[in-house]
């Protein structure tokens, strides 16, 4: 998924993705960003277990990246297992003059709807989606390009995301959506006036029936 050749890895943590990106020569240089010191140790330890100059990758100690002053030359900017609100306000945090040209990988851990509302709402195409399995578990990523364009979302590309042809999260987000049914059913009778954040009862059994015949 990366397409360029300078990456800036925010909350990076032990460098483990930049380290494998250098090693399987698929980029020529990588920031290390992280907001923590203990971080940045493990970092500087493993740069020097596997052989690889701080010059190569470098680390960075950094809220986000308030702290690089060479994101201009940065072509690709991942954050990954870091929870949505914390990622949107990585991306809230970055002048707009500064994202252009740059390709935006997300892995959020938790709010994964949060992150694409503000995307969408921030000027941001989401260019592709994926979700990955492992160990029983789902990872979404999030493929992102600034084009400065506001896009207000329907309800469907928020919670079920853009093209995402994975049969196990649809019936994820089809759980979770019965899961809000299920809490509104005991309000009783007033459960068809109550808003939730995918609508009203009506339009959470519209957004199931929607995606169950998503393909
Ligand atoms: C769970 S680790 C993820 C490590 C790696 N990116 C991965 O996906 O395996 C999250 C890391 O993000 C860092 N982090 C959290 N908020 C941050 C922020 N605002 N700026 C930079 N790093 C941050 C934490 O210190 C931690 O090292």
Known sequence: MIAGDIIADVGSDHAYLPIWLWQ????????????????I?????NLKKYDIS????IPVLSDGLLGLAELYEVTDIVIAGI??????QIIKNIETDNMENINFILQPN????????????????????????????LYNIICAVFIGKYYEPKP?????GKNIKHPGYINKVIGKLYNILIDLDEKCDEKF?????????????????????YD
């Open 193 to 213: 006036n109550i808003k939730t954040e995918f609508g009203y009862y009506k339009d959470i059994e519209n957004l199931i029936s929607e995606l169950k015949n």
């Open 83 to 88: 929870g949505g609100e914390n990622i949107s």
């Open 110 to 137: 938790t709010k994964v709807e949060f992150l694409r509302e503000f995307l969408y709402k921030s000027g941001f195409d989401l260019t592709k989606e994926n979700v990955v399995e492992d160990e029983n578990r």
């Open 54 to 57: 701080e010059n190569i990758i």
């Open 41 to 45: 140790t493990k970092i500087k330890k």
């Open 24 to 39: 399987n020569k698929k980029i020529k240089k990588a920031y290390a960003l992280d907001i923590s010191v203990n971080s």
């Open 156 to 160: 469907i590309e928020i919670i079920a």
